[in-house]
């Protein structure tokens, strides 16, 4: 596609439940970023994804929280065991940085924004 | 501790008028600096990016300025519209080069 593809926009889920969030990123960046955004809040850095190197892994917040990025594309962020405090927008963002190299522009996605009950 | 710091409050400013925001850094030394813009409900949309051997970039009535002595990045819109309204985010590399890490943003609301 022409721009960054999240999916779901919008999901709801009961406390102790497992989600899954999918990005698409723009076809042939190399770099993939999550972020997540509370209300009112700042984007926080989650994970970053680099060609074929291990992922950044730092900004997971526990261990409830796992990414993986299939054949160098699409990514999933699950969320395991949801608690109230995961609600907020997360937020996906590719660019054509390569490793060691400046990250250049973002593009981001729209983002899935996740209440948890 | 590390930070990346704008101003919380929102920034109310006349149509015409120039708008200047600010992003303060401390613990840093990021090779470069961007700044995106947030309109609500959406994903950041990237405006510019300067590099740390960089004083000042512009676009349109957009000006950037970037004091590595004063870990300071100034944004500023002239002419200033109501179409501008919208957060202003700054980012940093920090860490490796390719990762980006964000201040909390500020809020920029042009009234005629």
């Known amino acids: 596609g022409a721009g960054v593809s999240q999916s779901p926009s919008n999901k709801v889920t009961e406390k102790g439940k497992d989600v899954e969030l999918r990005c698409d990123p723009i076809?042939?960046?190399?770099?993939l970023y999550w972020y997540r955004q509370s209300l009112g809040q700042g984007l926080e850095f989650l994970i970053y994804f680099q060609g074929n190197s291990a992922p950044d892994k730092s900004g997971l917040p526990s261990d409830r929280f796992s990414a993986e990025r299939t054949g160098g594309s699409v990514s999933t962020l699950t969320i395991q065991r949801t608690q109230q405090e995961d609600s907020a927008v997360y937020l996906c963002?590719?660019?054509?940085?390569?490793?060691?190299?400046?990250?250049?522009?973002?593009?981001f996605g729209e983002g899935s924004r996740l209440t948890v009950l | 501790s590390q930070k990346i710091e704008q101003n919380s409050e929102a920034l109310n400013i006349q149509e015409g008028k120039t708008a200047t925001l600010t992003c303060n850094y401390t613990?840093?030394?990021?090779?470069?600096l961007q700044w995106y813009r947030q309109d609500p409900g959406r994903g950041p949309v990237f405006l510019l990016l300067i590099r740390e051997n960089e004083k000042e970039k512009r676009k349109e009535r957009l000006k950037v300025t970037f004091d590595t002595t004063l870990k300071q990045s100034l944004f500023h819109i002239t002419a200033s519209q109501p179409a501008d309204s919208a957060t202003y985010l700054c980012a940093l590399n920090t860490g490796t080069a390719s990762k980006l890490t964000f201040g909390t943003g500020t809020r920029l609301q042009v009234t005629l």
């Open positions: 613990n840093y030394s990021p090779a470069y």
């Open positions: 076809s042939g960046h190399t770099a």
């Open positions: 963002a590719s660019s054509q940085a390569k490793t060691g190299v400046w990250a250049g522009e973002l593009f």
